[in-house]
C-alpha cells in the first residue's frame, strides 16, 4: 500500500496490477505449498481447491492485463 501511495498518477496502473498480480501469486504458493495438503476435512479441502481455481484464474487475467498495459 505505502508503494502505491507513492506511484505517480502516470505508474499506478502498472504498480496496481502488478501488486495484483503478485499478492495472487504469493497466495496460490501458500495454497499448494501449506493450506491445501494440511486440510483434512473434506469440506475444507474442497472450498481451499475452489478457492485456488478462483486465485489462478484471477492471477492469469491479472498477467494478460499487465501485459496489456505494458504494450500501450
Do not use: C
Not at 4 to 31: I, P
Amino acid at each position: 500500500m505505502e508503494t502505491l501511495a507513492n506511484t505517480s498518477d502516470a505508474d499506478y496502473e502498472k504498480a496496481w496490477l502488478q501488486a495484483m498480480v503478485d499478492g495472487h501469486a504469493h497466495a496460490l504458493s501458500m495454497l499448494d505449498a501449506r493450506l491445501i495438503p494440511a486440510a483434512t476435512d473434506e469440506p475444507v479441502r474442497n472450498f481451499l481447491n475452489n478457492t485456488r481455481d478462483h486465485m489462478a484464474m484471477h492471477l492469469e487475467r491479472g498477467r494478460a492485463l499487465l501485459e496489456s498495459s505494458g504494450k500501450r
